[in-house]
C-alpha cells in the first residue's frame, strides 16, 4: 500500500490536497490501483499532527521502523564497515579468495588463511600499520564477524603460506586482470627500490645497501613489474646490496618463465642498463622457457633509458648526430639515430632545458663567488659540481670548456630500443615510466612498505606480498571508478567511504545492525564494484 495525492482545484484557482491510502492489486492480467481510505485534507493532517501520530501508530507494527524510531539513543561507536564491504567485493572480483582457498587446501591450516590475507591487505589500504596493530583494529575498529576468528599467531602463520604461493597468486591476478581490463600487456615497466629495516632484519637478506636515504639501516631491494598502464605484474625481494642490474636480469627471467606474454617490450630507466644486460636482451630463449603454450615467441623487446655521460656510444656519436626533431608530444620532440646498427631515439624537452641550465648557472655563479671571497681552503663543493672543477697549481679551478659542453645535455634524454615502434611511440611509451614511479611513492607512503620491523625471512617477504597485494586493490578500483564516471578521486571517495560506519546494538532481545548514511561521493565506490549498499537496518539473528 502507498499513499497518494489528490488536488482539487477551486474556482479562485487555489488548490487542496487530500491524502488517500491506495493500494495496488492484478486483475484481468494488468496491474490496478483501489482506495482503500480517504485520510483527509493534507493542511489540515499536519496541522493537527495526525500525520505524526498515524505514522507512529503504524511503526508499532514495523519492526525495523520502531527500532530505527526507538533505538537510535542505544548506538555505540561506530565501526569502519563500507570500505571492508567494498574491497571485499573487489577482493572476490579478483577472485583472491579462490586463489587462497586453494592455497589452504594444500596444508593443514585450519584457520581461514583468505580472511587473515584479506584483513591485512584491507589495513594496509586504510591504517597501515604492524600485525598487532592489524590484529586490534580488525576486532575492534571494523566490523566484518568473519574476522572474529582470526587470532593474532594467523597472522604471522599466513605471511609464510603467502609467500609460498607468491608465484601462483602473481599469475592468476595477472590473468584475472588481462581478462577484466584489456590491459597493454605488451608494454612492461620495471625499476627497483631499496626497503630499509627498523633493527637487524634477517640475516643473509636484509644487508647495507647503496649509500642514499637511511645509511644506516640494513635494506632490501625490491623490483616492481607494471603493465604499461599502470597495473602490477610481479614483484620481486633481493638482498639489499643487490646491483640493480643484476635484479633486472633476474626480474627479465622470471617475467620469461612464469608469464604467457606472446610479445614483450620492457621498458626501464638508465639506472639498470648496461651493454651486458642488453645481450642478454637480445639473446634468444631456451626452449624451457617458452612457457606451457609451446612455441611462444617470447623474445623480450627493450626502451633504455641510455646514460648520457657514462656510455661513450651515446656522449660521442649520439648526442653528435644532425637530426631534425619531430614533435611527439607537449613540450617533447623526438629524432631516431642510428649507430653501429643499434637504434636510439633522442628526445628533447624545450622546458626541462630551460630548468637544467638555469639549475646550473645558479650552482656555478655560486662556485665562482665562494672561490673568489673564499678562497679554496674554505670552498664547500655544490653538489653536482665535482665534473666542472680541477686542481691547477694547487688551487681550484672551475673547467671552463666542460661547464660549456654541458650544454649539449640540457633538456635532454637517449632511449636505445630493438623495436620497430614508431618514433614517437617509443618516446611516449619510456616516458609512461611515471607509472611506476607513483606505484613505488604509493608503496612507501601511502600503504607505508617501510620501515620494516620484522625479523624472519618468510615475514618480510610476506609483508611485501601483502603490500603489492594492496597496491594491485587501490589500482582496481581507481580503474573502476574511472570506467564508471566518478567525477572524484581516489581519495576522495576512500574519505567518504570511511566514513560508512556499522553499529551493533540489542534491542528487545535481537541483535541488530545499524548503518550510517552514506556521505559525500561514498556511493561512487559501491557503483563501482557494482554492489548495493546494505540496509540501513538489519537483523543480525
Not at 499536519?46 to 533505538?71: K, M, N, T
Not at 697549481?393 to 640540457?410: C, P, Q, S, T
Request: hydrophobic content about 40%; overall charge positive; proline content about 3%.
Amino acid at each position: 500500500m502507498f499513499i497518494r495525492q489528490f488536488i482539487r482545484r477551486n474556482k479562485d484557482g487555489s488548490a487542496r490536497i487530500y491524502l488517500y491510502l491506495c493500494r495496488n492489486y492484478m486483475s484481468g492480467g494488468k496491474e490496478r490501483q483501489e482506495l482503500v481510505a480517504k485520510l483527509g485534507r493534507m493542511d489540515v493532517l499536519q496541522a493537527s499532527g495526525a500525520v505524526d501520530r498515524l505514522i507512529a501508530s503504524l511503526a508499532r507494527y514495523s519492526e525495523r521502523c520502531w527500532v530505527e524510531v526507538e533505538g537510535q539513543g542505544r548506538l555505540e561507536h561506530g565501526q569502519c564497515y563500507g570500505p571492508v564491504l567494498v574491497f571485499r567485493r573487489l577482493w572476490e572480483h579478483l577472485e583472491l579468495n579462490k586463489q587462497l582457498t586453494r592455497l589452504q587446501g594444500k596444508t593443514e591450516v585450519q584457520f581461514s588463511l583468505d580472511e587473515a590475507a584479506f584483513a591485512m591487505v584491507v589495513h594496509r589500504i586504510l591504517d597501515p600499520g604492524s600485525k598487532r596493530r592489524t590484529y586490534t583494529w580488525m576486532h575492534k575498529a571494523v566490523y566484518r564477524p568473519e574476522f572474529e576468528a582470526i587470532e593474532l599467531h594467523h597472522l604471522y602463520r599466513a605471511l609464510g603460506y603467502l609467500v609460498k604461493g607468491k608465484d601462483s597468486i602473481e599469475q592468476a591476478l595477472f590473468v584475472r586482470g588481462r581478462d577484466l581490463f584489456s590491459l597493454e600487456v605488451d608494454l612492461v615497466l620495471f625499476d627497483t627500490t631499496l626497503v630499509h629495516f627498523e633493527g637487524r632484519g634477517p640475516e643473509g637478506l636484509a644487508c647495507p645497501g647503496r649509500p642514499g636515504n637511511h645509511p644506516e639501516c640494513v635494506k632490501v631491494l625490491v623490483g616492481l613489474v607494471i603493465t604499461g598502464d599502470g597495473f602490477p605484474v610481479a614483484h620481486h625481494v633481493f638482498p639489499g646490496n643487490t646491483a640493480d642490474i643484476n635484479a633486472f636480469r633476474a626480474a627479465l627471467g622470471d617475467l620469461r618463465r612464469r608469464f604467457p606474454i606472446r610479445r614483450v617490450v620492457i621498458v626501464a630507466d638508465r639506472g639498470v642498463v648496461s651493454e651486458e644486460v642488453i645481450e642478454d636482451l637480445e639473446k634468444e630463449p631456451d626452449d624451457n622457457q617458452a612457457g606451457s603454450q609451446g612455441k611462444v615467441d617470447t623474445k623480450i623487446d627493450y626502451i633504455l633509458g641510455m646514460r648520457l655521460r657514462q656510455n661513450k656510444e651515446v656522449r660521442d656519436v649520439v648526442l653528435s648526430r644532425a637530426g631534425r626533431y619531430h614533435k611527439v608530444d607537449d613540450n617533447v620532440e623526438a629524432k631516431e639515430v642510428w649507430v653501429n646498427g643499434h637504434r636510439y631515439v633522442v628526445c628533447h624537452n624545450a622546458e626541462a632545458e630551460e630548468r637544467d641550465r638555469k639549475r646550473r648557472e645558479e650552482i656555478i655563479e655560486r662556485a665562482r663567488e665562494d672561490l673568489s671571497k673564499k678562497g679554496a681552503q674554505a670552498f664547500i663543493m655544490p653538489r653536482g659540481l665535482r665534473r666542472f672543477v680541477e686542481l691547477k697549481g694547487g688551487e681550484l679551478a672551475l673547467r671552463e670548456a666542460v661547464i660549456r659542453k654541458e650544454a649539449r645535455y640540457d633538456g635532454k634524454w637517449v632511449v636505445r630500443t630493438n623495436t620497430n615502434l614508431p618514433t614517437d611511440e617509443v618516446a611516449l611509451d619510456y616516458k609512461s615510466l611515471w607509472q611506476i614511479e607513483r606505484a613505488f611513492r604509493e608503496l612507501k607512503s601511502g600503504l607505508e612498505l617501510r620501515p620494516v620491523y620484522l625479523r624472519l625471512e618468510e615475514h618480510v617477504r610476506g609483508h611485501i606480498l601483502i603490500c603489492c597485494l594492496a597496491l594491485v586493490m587501490e589500482t582496481t578500483l581507481r580503474r573502476l571508478l574511472a570506467e564508471t564516471g566518478s567525477r572524484s578521486s581516489y581519495q576522495e571517495v576512500l574519505d567518504d567511504l570511511a566514513g560508512v560506519q556499522a553499529n551493533r546494538f540489542e534491542f528487545h532481545g535481537k541483535a541488530w545492525l545499524w548503518r550510517t548514511e552514506l556521505p559525500g561521493v561514498a556511493n561512487d565506490a559501491f557503483r563501482a564494484v557494482a554492489l548495493r549498499p546494505p540496509l540501513r537496518i538489519q537483523p543480525l539473528t
